[in-house]
């Protein structure tokens, strides 16, 4: 079993659609990260978050310690959001990264 | 600026030559670096990481090495190529409010 799990592994919405990605881990960690990348590798950090909840735009992360879970949404989405989105947790150095979810947006 | 300069974009190689990929980066001194490696369908695996000159750490028994001569520089290395080593190899540094990668560069092994 992973560390750290997501899903799901892929996702199809149409534009306009609410969308929730989920991420559970096992570990302790100090924080979570939501990345985003896009087709030709790029990575962006869109969140780093240790508690509560991040808005930005479109995207709100949120995370549970208690239970060990964190949630990306995209509120309004809209085809250029199509990307892997990966979650990771980070210890002292090291980050452990989910496998990601595929997501894809319709026009 | 936390900016991670990584080349080149993308690399093919023969089984058996040698590889050198660098890594430098702009900003505060002494960050913590990473390379990455993303297999075709497969998340992120970390590969070495290093908190400042010369010091390495490898998370993977493997057939490429790093190393970091100086401050903002980290280079990852291979003497002889497998077909294996092929995939997508991100250069990362960690600060306090976040994670910053380059743009990675796409090996091909043949």
């Known amino acids: 079993k992973n560390e750290v799990e997501q899903s799901p592994q892929n996702l199809t919405a149409q534009e306009g659609e609410f969308i929730t990605i989920n991420c559970s881990y096992s570990v302790g960690i100090s924080a979570l990260h939501w990345l985003q990348q896009h087709p030709g590798g790029g990575i962006v950090s869109l969140f780093m978050?240790?508690?509560g909840k991040k808005k930005h735009g479109r995207l709100i992360a949120t995370i549970n310690i208690q239970e060990k879970h964190s949630s990306l949404h995209i509120t309004a989405s809209h085809p250029r959001d199509s990307a892997v989105y990966i979650c990771?947790?980070?210890?002292?150095?090291?980050?452990?990264f989910g496998t990601g979810t595929r997501l894809k947006v319709l026009a | 600026s936390q900016t991670i300069h990584q080349w080149p974009a993308t690399l093919v190689q023969p089984v058996g030559s040698p590889l050198s990929l660098e890594c430098t980066v702009e900003g505060t001194s002494n960050p913590n670096l990473y390379w990455y490696r993303q297999a075709a369908g497969r998340g992120l695996q970390l590969l070495f990481y290093s908190v400042g000159i010369g010091q390495i750490s490898s998370e993977v028994p493997q057939n490429l090495s790093a190393s970091r001569p100086q401050d903002r520089q980290f280079i990852l290395s291979s003497k002889k190529l497998l077909l294996s080593d092929s995939g997508f190899y991100l250069c990362a540094r960690g600060v306090t409010d976040g994670y910053t990668f380059g743009s990675g560069t796409r090996l091909t092994v043949v």
């Open positions: 978050l240790s508690s």
């Open positions: 990771a947790v980070s210890g002292t150095y090291k980050y452990i």
